[in-house]
């Protein structure tokens, strides 16, 4: 959600009419009538449009429980296999699946600029506003293969973490995906007052962010992966905690 906020602040000062379009589209989607709409109104947000954006990102998400007709679980991540130096060649890896979020994200765009029938639009920008989030997400793009973990470690979600000495114990990738972005937290005054701040950092303006230079999925998936592989070898000690 934190991610659609962000989209949508940087839309409404380069770009507001690509917000209406959008938001006709999305306006298409099967949950709009049913979800969204309701939630858009009962929100104290000025803008409805910025309260379905962040609606529609988190559908993905959402219908793993509640429509799995529409759920596609290899969409969300490629696992590129990572084994770290000094690993024994006992520890083999294992390539990811032909179906990812490089196929997936590519699938949509086709269906988005090309497809005529509007419900099948919107539900692949649903789908691209998801995935452009979770291709940013370094733990969607790797797997840690190592004598502990010689089947791999899931992207994370085969190592435990404590957010709080006292807290309940949960696997990595949930941590890195929703604790710190609070990605499923539904304050979402809340979560637009961070992408504000967020995008009046310094660091994150446009012209210290040398890397959106390049708008290939496969270059922003390979960047996520080089991220997990320079944490990677920390998650041992993740497990420890």
């Known amino acids: 959600m934190l991610s659609a906020a962000i989209a949508y602040l940087a839309l409404s000062q380069e770009s507001p009419q ?40 988190r559908w993905a998400d959402e ?12 969409w969300h991540y490629i696992n590129w296999p990572f084994k770290p130096v000094g690993q024994p060649a006992s520890v ?24 005529n029938e509007a419900e099948q639009k919107a ?5 691209l ?14 797997q840690l293969f190592t004598v502990e973990y010689p089947q791999g470690d899931r992207g994370g979600n085969e190592i435990c973490v404590r957010v709080t000495q006292a807290g309940q114990p949960m696997n990595l990738r949930k941590f890195w995906d929703e604790v710190i972005t609070s990605s499923q937290n539904l304050n ?14 310094q660091e994150f303006q446009r012209s210290q962010l040398t890397e959106l230079a390049s708008t290939s999925f496969e270059a922003w998936a ?20």
């Not at 979800?35 to 529609?56: E, G, R």
């Not at 506003?129 to 790797?142: K, R, S, T, V, Y």
């Not at 979402?188 to 950092?201: G, Q, V």
């Open 18 to 57: 690509t917000i209406d379009k959008v938001k006709a589209v999305l306006q298409k989607h099967p949950w709009y009538t049913n979800q969204w709409q309701a939630k858009v109104q009962d929100i104290p947000i000025a803008d409805d449009s910025l309260v379905l954006f962040m609606q529609a990102v």
């Open 222 to 241: 390979k960047e996520s992966f080089e991220i997990a592989t320079k944490i990677a070898s920390l998650r041992d000690n993740f497990a420890k905690l």
């Open 188 to 201: 979402l005054t809340r979560l637009h007052n961070e992408a504000t701040t967020l995008r009046n950092r």
């Open 92 to 115: 083999q890896t294992r390539q990811p699946e032909s179906v990812n979020i490089l196929t997936a994200l590519a699938e949509n765009q086709r269906i988005v600029l090309n497809e």
């Open 129 to 142: 506003f998801h995935l452009l989030g979770d291709i940013h997400q370094p733990l969607h793009m790797a």
């Open 63 to 74: 219908i793993r429980t509640n429509d799995k007709q529409q759920h596609r679980a290899l």
């Open 123 to 127: 539900i692949a920008l649903a789908w």
